[in-house]
């Protein structure tokens, strides 16, 4: 029993590592800059890291091996590095692409400093009692916590890493990675800081008993291949010779740690909680970024590793899906807060990506014209994250006294007052229904092409009912913002013959809220994420292209 | 075989007896203790299988695990104390605003 020291290739990983190396030098800007200069020096490191890691994404893939197969030409690109426990392929490079693509938008929204008139949506001091001395302190004195851009980027890292990650040991040190700096991103919300630390408990405490799970499903699926590597266990499972209880059992918690990540049910109980709770601005990067890092890890480990047993988990997944369609679509429904229901919305969403995942075939029996599961999958994500960044974006202006004002009540009447914002609003969540021309319509006609095509024909047929019913929520916010009258309460009164009507109405309307004018930060952030929708809804045809050249993941 | 199933047992019984901690206690420490708990049932069955593969692949991810659970509680901790400072209590059935 020998180690020997891997080789570590450069040339291919060095968007990675430059995206952690900003992590680092980031957290010595924490401790060598003055506090005044922290705020620009921090956040213009953070977003010029992300933009050299996303040019380096694009390099890598113009230079990445092309694997061929006789008779069927080139089925692949990319290479393993770092000893075998990377697989730097197309999928991984085009995840690669949206992450960083979105934790820029992230970067953006943690650096808007109008709404909240002159400091940043993060604590002043997370430490100091809400309501003590020391918060009002640190309040005054205009503080912020700067700590969340190198957390910010220690998690964007996590999540290039994980599905990259082509062992299970790497896998579930990227899970942590990325999950890790969540918790702490999640409790540090300036406005409403028992919610947002209440958020941060629930996460922490289900995210470290789920990971438990995940770790446990990796020592089973070790002691049945006697390799963490995915080859190996591909291996494993087609020789068939280990002992199969132990691949079960340890496929069904690794499936456990991952379906938490995406929110899948019954795993989903966390999402609204820490959805709602977390600053939103966070709430954004979260939903976007990690949902496209698990998908992309989920998809590795079923594909790669346990590809040949196949018939053992898609009828799981089938079941979950179904479930989670449902239950998130159901459950968004009856919902009464805009960022609540955006995260039942979430987990529906999951619940469609999981019918484009179960999607797969053997690669003989996919024609040369037809998508892959794969390439639904990640086109799908292509159109979710835009569509889910942009509406966080918009509710972090909506506002009144208490800041953020998420009650539907809120925000009736919105269009009326500002038709622009909601006009903006309502589009995204028209995406996030799939109405034809929009990216969402595009999206979901891949992903239940593909699992047609698998013969789920009853997984899609329930996944069209969802889409139905979640028409019937997004269609009754913008029925809110643009055709609720504003003044009913004093119409009401008035015909009552009270008397009080004026004063009534007077109330109703300072209560209601109004949208805030943000930064050029939050209003291009919103903006370039409408015109992606847009432009993936009127010309998908590029982005699925893409999709397609990004080939089967390596093994 | 054999010589590790003693091993895994003993490793699952730890695991569930962590598990069943989580779900049933109500102090958030000791909710963390029990995940700590069954990350140790992990590296023992890591451990044993490696034994019977005789490779060092289970035992270095043992290592790991540790890292991560080390790191993982510096956080955790930093969370529970927040709350626990906000609140005065640090039991999970108290943190209840956030539902439905």
Redesign the interface.
């Given at each position: 029993?020998e180690?020997t020291k891997p080789t570590i290739e450069y040339a291919t990983l060095w968007p990675l590592l430059v995206v952690f190396g900003v992590a680092v030098v980031g957290v010595l800007f924490e401790a060598f800059l003055p506090r005044e200069r922290r705020f620009v020096a921090q956040s213009v490191l953070a977003v010029l890291g992300l933009l050299v890691a996303l040019g380096g994404t694009a390099y890598v893939w113009t230079q990445l091996d092309e694997i061929r197969v006789d008779g069927q030409g080139v089925v692949a690109r990319g290479e393993l590095a770092a000893g075998q426990t990377l697989a730097v392929d197309g999928p991984t490079i085009f995840l690669w692409g949206l992450v960083l693509l979105f934790s820029i938008a992230g970067v953006l929204l943690f650096a808007e400093r109008r709404l909240e008139g002159g400091v940043s949506t993060f604590a002043g001091q997370?430490?100091a009692?809400?309501g003590s001395e020391a918060e009002r302190e640190a309040s005054t004195r205009g503080l912020h916590h700067t700590e969340v851009y190198p957390l910010l980027m220690f998690a964007v890292g996590g999540m290039m890493l994980f599905p990259t990650a082509n062992d299970l040991?790497t896998m579930?040190?990227a899970l942590?990675v990325l999950s890790?700096p969540l918790?702490?991103m999640c409790?540090l919300a300036r406005r409403r800081?028992?919610?947002s630390?209440?958020?941060?408990?629930?996460y922490?405490?289900l995210g470290?008993?789920s990971s438990?799970?995940f770790?446990?499903g990796?020592?089973?699926v070790?002691?049945y291949a006697?390799?963490?590597q995915f080859a190996d266990i591909s291996e494993a499972v087609r020789n068939g010779t280990g002992?199969n209880a132990l691949l079960l059992i340890g496929m069904g918690l690794l499936a456990v740690g991952l379906l938490f990540k995406v929110g899948a049910v019954p795993f989903q109980a966390w999402t609204?909680?820490v959805y709602?709770?977390a600053p939103t601005a966070v709430t954004a990067f979260m939903a976007a970024c990690t949902k496209i890092a698990a998908f992309g890890a989920l998809l590795r480990l079923f594909y790669v590793a346990f590809g040949a047993e196949r018939w053992d988990w898609q009828p799981m997944l089938w079941v979950i899906a179904i479930l989670t369609m449902l239950a998130g679509a159901i459950l968004a429904a009856v919902q009464t807060d805009v960022k609540r229901m955006l995260a039942y919305s979430s987990v529906a969403h999951t619940g469609f990506l999981l019918v484009g995942v179960l999607g797969v075939r053997s690669a003989g029996a996919v024609g040369t014209d037809e998508i892959t599961a794969l390439q639904s999958v990640l086109f799908y994500l292509a159109t979710y994250a835009p569509a889910t960044v942009g509406t966080f974006a918009i509710v972090t202006l909506v506002r009144d006294a208490g800041g953020e004002a998420t009650a539907f009540s809120k925000w009736a009447g919105l269009g009326q007052r500002s038709p622009l914002v909601a006009g903006a609003f309502g589009f995204l969540l028209l995406s996030m229904a799939g109405i034809p021309l929009t990216g969402g319509f595009v999206g979901k006609w891949s992903v239940f092409t593909v699992a047609m095509a698998a013969g789920a024909w009853p997984v899609v047929l329930v996944a069209i009912v969802a889409s139905i019913i979640s028409v019937f929520f997004y269609v009754r916010v913008i029925l809110l913002m643009f055709f609720s009258d504003d003044d009913t309460s004093e119409v009401t009164d008035a015909e009552t013959g009270w008397g009080a009507g004026t004063v009534t109405a007077t109330l109703e309307r300072v209560e209601t809220a109004a949208v805030t004018k943000p930064s050029l930060l939050t209003s291009g952030t919103i903006a370039v994420c409408v015109l992606l929708v847009v432009l993936l809804g009127l010309v998908p045809g590029p982005i699925l292209d893409l999709a397609g050249d990004a080939g089967q993941f390596i093994r | 075989m054999d010589s590790v199933t003693p091993f895994i047992v003993l490793s699952s019984i730890l695991f569930t007896i962590g598990a069943i901690g989580v779900l049933t206690r109500r102090n958030a420490i000791v909710v963390f203790m029990c995940v700590e708990l069954m990350l140790n049932a992990c590296n023992l069955a890591l451990v044993a299988f490696a034994h019977q593969y005789g490779n060092l692949d289970g035992q270095i991810a043992a290592f790991f695990v540790m890292v991560v659970a080390a790191a993982e509680v510096v956080v955790g901790l930093a969370i529970i104390m927040t709350i626990f400072r906000t609140r005065r209590s640090a039991s999970v059935d108290d943190a209840s605003l956030l539902k439905y």
């Open positions: 029993m180690f997370a430490a009692l809400p040991l579930f040190v942590e890790l918790y702490l409790g800081r028992l919610l630390q209440e958020a941060a408990l629930k922490f405490l470290a008993f438990g799970f770790l446990y990796a020592a089973l070790f002691g006697g390799s963490m002992n609204p909680d709602q709770g | -």
